[in-house]
């Protein structure tokens, strides 16, 4: 998200070349708004007012929005980076029921997290880096947090 621009711009970001925000000359600013609009009510994005400049919502409010755009494109693979740094804990659990929906769908997802309870109770198999190396592998529902703890801290072998 771009903090100057407007929250019908961000919403749009990266998709400006969507034919269903093109008119026949100039960008259809109603489709846009539409669009925008939808996707403020269906992540709760406050204040829904597409016209406010992005840097004057909140943090999560920012991070709603970007969810909105990303996940209502309905992608083949999405990688998703700290999804609910600085969210509400009511917001946390849509976001979480949200990536799950896609999951279901046949969805791939890449999260990336430093929340390790989100990342177990959202992740099939989790890889842990460091230093810049993959240290393991696990399936999320046979690890722990203190194996992945150990992993993270570059401790490899048997009991890791």
Request: with cysteine; hydrophobic share 45%.
């Amino acid at each position: 998200m771009v903090t100057r621009f407007e929250a019908r711009e961000s919403a749009i970001l990266g998709y400006h070349n969507d034919p269903a925000y093109n008119g026949r000359v100039l960008m259809d600013g109603a489709a846009i708004n539409a669009d925008c609009e939808r996707m403020m009510e269906n992540f709760d994005v406050r204040p829904r007012d597409p016209g406010l400049k992005s840097a004057n919502f909140s943090g999560g409010n920012q991070q709603k929005l970007i969810l909105a755009r990303e996940m209502e494109k309905h992608p083949e693979i999405l990688l998703v980076g700290q999804p609910t740094r600085g969210v509400d804990i009511g917001a946390i659990e849509f976001i979480h029921k949200q990536i799950v929906a896609l999951r279901d769908q046949g969805k791939a997802i890449l999260l990336v997290s430093v929340e390790l309870e989100e990342i177990l109770s959202l992740s099939d198999r989790v890889a842990v880096m460091f230093d810049g190396m993959i240290m393991g592998e696990r399936m999320a529902a046979e690890t722990d947090e203190k194996e992945l703890g150990l992993l993270m801290a570059g401790v490899a072998g048997e009991a890791a």
